[in-house]
């Protein structure tokens, strides 16, 4: 039965199923790219307020209302503004990190500051954070303007006249019996949702998506592509694989605790099959995408735990002792659950211009993560070392077992690690004609691959054993992040791609450095006190 809902100030429309089924398939050029609706209206959600829905509505519905009844949603607060500073400069309530269109339009605050940022942008400087967050703001601001105004590059250019799609309010250049037939469709559809007609809806929408395909079906992208994308979105393949890596996790710790057979079974089962899930995402976002997962820093977070737990797999079929199991399922977890919440570009965007067509940075990019991938690996197994040692002081019967995983992870994370900076520094000779230039990724790469030779060079010497290896594993893993996050986002350099304009330092992010210190403050201690005991 269609009803409307209220959202806020505004109505959203509730679509019949085959309607919403139609629209969803219809495909769209947004952000340099071909997608069915579906995604844009996700990805454009995500941007102007920060999540993929708005009020539990649906992102097609909530869109579709937007193109058909703009003049109601002209003062909902949708409008993300997160930095505060900017928020009270556009004089809004510290509380509120929302802000209307019409009360942007109205205070001409945020236009006031444009003109300044455009010159420095022009001049090549680098934007301060309160510059860099009001041209975010004036970017929400421009993309929520093209929904209200229905600016929507959904027709096909005519044969012969490039990749760029036409608006659906000016598809100039086809044949006027095609114009006539997208614009008639387009304006049935509108008036249908308007006035909450199911049956004039359904007609309408399919009628829309038959008059696009219509003008050029050379250009418009194969049904199956369209199909795939849609059940990417609709079933979230990495938070499936989240939910398992937990149950895996948990079903293992309940083995290696109690000795029960069926937890061993059921744990190392729900680990392949989040395995399995995660690999399927990653090559579901390869097909749609045209490229290996190595565009932007999202698609690292969800290549260096695949690549972690199929370590830990390896790992388990030869030794068959759970903590690498364990070790990889909480890796797992913790780092696609980061990825849905630090704010980072989760769309299948086209790869920036200088990873395109590439192999040796393709091979570079996933060589180098996947070295994080098992160094990560190794920081988990020597979390748990240091907690069974803060449990038995010392004493535990698996620490002998543990010191030699630890020391084969990072062995493995050496090798890539080692291989993935000779490939970036062949990239960088074909590239900028020189195979070493000191930029802030490729030294915070060496510091950390010197660190950790140095630590297997300890162990081999006889220098560091056990909670030492440990202790330096842990220690390693901040050189790890300052190469792998803090240089992408805090330093400029030429592997700026990577990441994003900076950002205040996360509160988890100095919760967890806190917690770490104190994590290793208390087994360095405690081994400090066995070691006196024994003298």
Not at 428 to 455: C, H, M, Q
């Amino acid at each position: 039965m269609l009803g409307w809902c209220l959202v806020g100030a505004a109505q959203a429309a509730e679509m019949p199923p085959e309607a919403l089924a139609a629209v969803k398939r219809v495909a769209i050029q947004h952000n340099g790219r071909l997608k069915p609706f579906d995604s844009f209206a996700w990805e454009s959600l995500e941007h102007l307020t920060g999540g993929p829905r708005y009020q539990a509505q649906d992102p097609v519905e909530t869109v579709v209302s937007m193109l058909t009844t703009p003049e109601a949603w002209q003062d909902v607060p949708l409008l993300q503004v997160p930095f505060l500073p900017l928020r009270e400069h556009l004089g809004m309530d510290r509380r509120t990190s929302r802000i209307s269109y019409n009360e942007l339009v109205a205070t001409r605050k945020l236009m006031r500051l444009l003109p300044a940022i455009a010159a420095k942008q022009q001049r090549d400087e680098k934007l301060t954070m309160m510059e860099q967050e009001t041209w975010d703001a004036y970017d929400r601001f421009v993309a929520l303007t093209a929904l209200l105004q229905q600016d929507l590059r959904v027709v096909p250019p005519p044969p012969g006249r490039g990749p760029e799609w036409l608006p659906i309010l000016e598809p100039e250049g086809h044949p006027r019996d095609a114009q006539l037939a997208v614009r008639n469709a387009w304006t049935a559809w509108v008036t249908a949702v308007r006035d909450g007609q199911p049956q004039a809806m359904t007609t309408a929408a399919r009628q829309v998506a038959e008059a696009l395909r219509a003008v050029n079906p050379s250009a418009y992208p194969a049904q199956w592509r369209l199909e795939l994308e849609v059940f990417y979105n609709r079933t979230a393949p990495f938070l499936a694989a989240r939910t398992l890596y937990v149950v895996a996790m948990l079903a293992l710790m309940l083995a290696l605790a109690s000795l029960l057979g069926w937890a061993s079974t059921m744990g190392m089962a729900a680990l392949w099959t989040a395995f399995a899930i995660h690999a399927a995402g990653i090559a579901i976002r390869v097909v749609l995408g045209g490229r290996p997962p190595v565009s932007n820093f999202y698609e690292t977070m969800l290549w260096l735990p695949f690549v972690a737990v199929l370590l830990a797999l390896v790992f388990e079929g030869v030794y068959r002792v759970k903590y690498f199991g364990i070790a990889a399922a909480l890796l797992a977890a913790v780092t696609l659950e980061l990825a849905r919440h630090v704010p980072l570009d989760a769309s299948i965007a086209p790869v920036v211009a200088v990873l395109r067509s590439n192999l040796w940075l393709t091979i570079h990019v996933l060589t180098i993560v996947a070295s994080y991938g098992a160094l990560a690996l190794a920081t988990v197994l020597a979390h748990i070392y240091g907690w069974l040692y803060l449990r038995r002081a010392g004493r535990h019967p698996a620490l002998a077992s543990l010191d030699l995983f630890l020391y084969r992870a990072i062995q493995v994370g050496v090798v890539l690690l080692a291989g993935g900076v000779m490939l970036g520094a062949v990239w960088a000779n074909a590239s900028w004609g020189r195979y070493w230039g000191w930029d802030p990724k490729e030294t915070w790469a060496l510091i950390t691959l010197l660190w950790f030779l140095a630590v297997l060079h300890g162990r081999f010497a006889g220098w560091l054993r056990g909670v030492g290896v440990a202790l330096c594993t842990i220690g390693g893993f901040f050189l790890l992040l300052m190469t792998y996050y803090g240089v992408s986002f805090y330093l400029v350099g030429l592997h700026s791609y990577a990441g994003g304009h900076a950002t205040p330092l996360p509160a988890l992010l100095i919760a967890y450095l806190i917690a770490e210190v104190a994590f290793m403050a208390a087994v360095g201690l405690s081994a400090l006190a066995a070691k006196r005991l024994a003298s």
